[in-house]
């Protein structure tokens, strides 16, 4: 399976470092913080200097300190001051300002350790072979994407502009769902400036709780979006086929929690959603989910507010059917549909299969209010209420703390949220891998031949802004994930540092012998195993 990529790795990877070095505008936290393979050369390259390993020690001990816990929190901070600070600072202090420490010192000592390494620590990095391994690799990321780049198999639905199909990457086995978009499908409906629009979007979202976009390539007939594939199904399958309508409340809490998550990082983006519905809320293997689907997402230009009237039917807040102006409400409002269905086993404003125009459900969603049944508890209720408050001015979420405030609702009071978002919470119920969550093949509708359009030199201008090929931080998640891919970086990182060390210059094909190097060799590959 590795061979094609290790002989392409090997090419690749001998050309100029400086051809890539200006291509590139850097600064510390894409580098060093963001890609994941620029965080491992960084942390390779502190590992050489003392001062710099002990920083990324204590980084390492507040990630974890923000993780634990809160019943341990007090512990584990005062293990950090002790191993951390001097005798003589520790003395100094009473119990209550190392409490206050244990509290609060995370954001101030990360924000200071980064401060120190972006300053001249990530100058010298710059100028270390750490860094040139790191050039070589993003000169391999940047090459070109084709559908030869993949396997395609069995198609898993379908889309606005072409099926969904499972496929996989042929160089590291990484499985992925591809969203194709027909050419001449776009054309027909004009739907140019939406395709590009939600591929821009995917790939500057980087969150766990949101489907990632790791490539964009084109074929002869189609544009194609490579996404996280989610075997699990989607909510709307879950709620309604797998038993009684709805969920117990310890499983809504945990998807609304999540669903939550996903909104606030679109939303640092400036990104309102507005389709939220179970459909495009789908599960993984391991049973977390990810909010999906984001062609009617848009950027809200800062201190303005958009017009749309756009949206599912039953889901659309009071101001996106009045076509008011708005900004991150609609979203909130979602949710509070969204915590309501998962409970009641049906939506706010229609009940399951009713049949009933789009007209009275609009009006029921403006006028009306919704019915709470017995399996509504109190905080349940409660923030369902909050959430579907007609008046985007009087909803949760709405304010200026936004998601912060969603959270700190009492309907949450059993979520830890940085362990969630670090991904340590784990799941109430996990998909059955054996089971499969979604339509037979037979059963989901062909596309019919779209006739009468041809594709002209301005549509080819189009795709090359849409085509773009490997997404950064996805790409490079994939590489480290990748173990024999993983091993081959620490083993040309750390064959050029021996090389230097002992300053041997000889013919390519020839290796130093020496006990030192046959014991840093060991070293080098138990390092890459751990990794």
Same mark, same amino acid.
């Given at each position: ?9 090997d ?5 100029d ?43 390492d ?58 300053g ?54 990484? *499985?992925?769902?591809?969203?194709? /978009? ?19 979007i995917?790939?500057? +979202? ?32 879950h ?26 990082h ?24 990810r ?13 303005? *507010? ?54 009275? +459900?609009?009006?029921? +969603? ?15 209720k ?37 362990? /969630? ?28 031949? +779209? ?19 490997s ?58 195993e751990?990794?």
């Open positions: 399976l590795h061979v094609t990529w290790q002989k392409s790795w090419t690749i990877l001998l050309v470092q400086m051809q890539c070095s200006s291509s590139y505008i850097w600064d510390y936290s894409s580098l060093c913080e963001k890609q994941p393979i620029g965080r491992l050369l960084f942390r390779l390259y502190c590992e050489t200097r003392p001062e710099l390993l002990r920083c990324i020690h204590l980084l001990a507040m990630e974890d300190y923000e993780v634990t816990p809160d019943e341990k929190r007090k512990s584990r901070g005062d293990q950090i001051i002790k191993k951390f600070l001097t005798k003589q600072v520790v003395k100094c202090w009473c119990s209550g300002v190392k409490l206050l420490l244990s509290c609060f010192f995370c954001v101030f000592y990360c924000r200071a350790l980064h401060d120190y390494l972006s001249a620590p990530f100058s010298d990095y710059q100028n270390s072979m750490y860094f040139d391994r790191f050039l070589q690799w993003k000169m391999l990321e940047r090459q070109s994407v084709t559908k030869d780049t993949f396997r395609q198999y069995r198609v898993l639905g379908k889309g606005g502009f072409g099926e969904v199909c499972a496929c996989q990457v042929r160089a590291t086995g990484k *499985m992925y769902a591809c969203k194709k /978009l027909e050419k001449k499908r776009i054309k027909k409906r004009k739907g140019e400036s939406m395709a590009l629009n939600e591929k821009q995917l790939e500057k +979202v980087n969150s766990r709780f949101v489907v990632s976009l790791a490539y964009a390539y084109e074929t002869k007939d189609a544009l194609c979006l490579v996404l996280t594939i989610m075997n699990g199904g989607d909510l709307k399958f709620i309604y086929n797998m038993g009684t309508p709805g969920f117990e409340k310890e499983r809504v809490q945990f998807y609304a929690a999540e669903i939550c998550c996903g909104l606030e679109l939303h640092r983006e400036s990104i309102v959603y507005r389709d939220l519905k179970p459909e495009n809320i789908l599960l993984d293997d391991n049973g977390h989910i909010i999906s689907d984001l062609g009617l997402a848009i950027k809200v230009p800062e201190g303005e *507010m958009i017009r749309g009237r756009v949206g599912t039917v039953g889901y659309m807040a009071p101001e996106v059917i009045n076509n008011e102006r708005y900004s991150m409400s609609p979203d909130w409002w979602g949710l509070g549909c969204l915590i309501y269905e998962m409970t009641a086993g049906r939506s706010p404003f229609r009940a399951r299969k009713e049949r009933v125009k789009r007209e009275e +459900v609009e009006k029921r +969603v403006q006028e009306e209010e919704e019915e709470y049944s017995d399996k509504f508890t109190e905080d349940t409660a923030i369902c209420r909050m959430l579907l408050a007609k008046d985007p001015k009087q909803r949760l979420g709405c304010q200026a703390e936004g998601g912060a405030e969603v959270k700190a609702h009492p309907f949450f009071k059993n979520i830890n949220f940085k362990r /969630l978002e670090a991904g340590i919470l784990e799941p109430s119920f996990v998909p059955d891998p054996r089971a499969v969550y979604c339509k037979d093949v037979l059963d989901i509708e062909q596309f019919s031949t +779209v006739k009468g359009v041809n594709l002209d030199q301005t549509d080819n201008d189009f795709y090359s802004k849409f085509a773009t090929g997404v950064s931080i996805p790409w490079q998640n994939e590489v480290c994930a990748d173990i024999v891919v993983c091993k081959t970086l620490f083993h040309n990182v750390m064959t050029e540092c021996i090389l230097n060390t002992y300053s041997i210059h000889c013919a390519p094909n020839v290796r130093p012998c020496s006990n030192s190097y046959n014991s840093l060799c060991i070293a080098m590959n138990t390092l890459a751990q990794c």
